[in-house]
């Protein structure tokens, strides 16, 4: 089976830093995305991760950890803007050649003044 | 930059209808995806495709099904919608290789009375 887990809910305030927990079970892994969604509009891409480590991109960070099946979203120096849903998922690489990219529920943030 | 793009943003369709969704990318991907979205329930992925002529079932594919005569055109099909099918559809394209990226379109949002 497959399971992937995020809060539901985050709220934090603008200037800060705030760190969003993925945690996955799948039959297979082959990589972890993070997507940031804003109410209405369709998921852009932010990091891919499939080695273990931290991976930084610019005020985003993401870590993936595949022993513990568990990867975080860093956001640093929060603006207004980045309120939004950040979405964890997983490419489960379901035997074969082929690679079901399988998604958490998201996690709602909050950014306020 | 990559575009992928939906054929419709909104969607009205009758019960019993035949619905065809288009989905078009423009960077050569080979993995193709549809999700549906609904609230409280995060993406849910219907039917992917790694190649053309190739499908998978994803974990909610019964209503549902797709076609991928051409590698840059993906479209699902629902054979007789019902109001349950109403929801926001999104198509999803990621290549392959050794760096994966993964882009989205705008979504289309069907209603099915």
């Known amino acids: 089976g497959q399971n992937i887990d995020q809060p539901t809910e985050m709220t934090a305030t603008e200037g800060a830093i705030v760190q969003i927990n993925c945690t996955y079970q799948?039959?297979?892994?082959?990589?972890l995305f993070w997507y940031q969604q804003h109410a209405g509009e369709a998921p852009t891409f932010l990091s891919y991760?499939?080695?273990?480590g931290l991976e930084e991109k610019g005020r985003f960070s993401s870590f993936l950890s595949r022993s513990k099946g568990y990867s975080y979203l860093l956001l640093k120096e929060l603006q207004m803007k980045d309120s939004a849903s950040y979405l964890c998922?997983?490419?489960?690489?379901?035997?074969?050649?082929?690679?079901?990219?399988?998604f958490g529920t998201g996690t709602l943030l909050a950014v306020q003044p | 930059d990559v575009k992928v793009t939906q054929s419709s943003r909104y969607l009205v369709k009758r019960t019993g209808e035949k619905v065809f969704l288009e989905c078009v990318q423009d960077?050569?991907?080979?993995?193709m995806f549809w999700y549906r979205q609904d609230p409280g329930l995060g993406l849910r992925l219907i039917y992917f495709?790694?190649?053309?002529?190739?499908?998978e079932k994803g974990d909610i594919p019964e209503g549902y099904s797709v076609s991928r005569e051409k590698k840059e055109r993906f479209s699902l099909i629902l054979e007789s919608a019902s109001t349950n099918q109403t929801s926001m559809y999104l198509c999803?394209?990621?290549?392959?290789?050794?760096?994966?990226?993964?882009?989205f379109g705008q979504g289309t949002r069907l209603t099915v009375v």
């Open positions: 799948t039959s297979g892994f082959n990589g």
């Open positions: 998922a997983v490419r489960d690489k379901d035997g074969g050649a082929t690679n079901k990219l399988i």
């Open positions: 495709s790694y190649d053309v002529k190739m499908k």
């Open positions: 960077m050569d991907h080979e993995n």
């Open positions: 999803a394209s990621v290549n392959g290789g050794v760096v994966y990226q993964g882009f």
């Open positions: 991760n499939v080695l273990d």
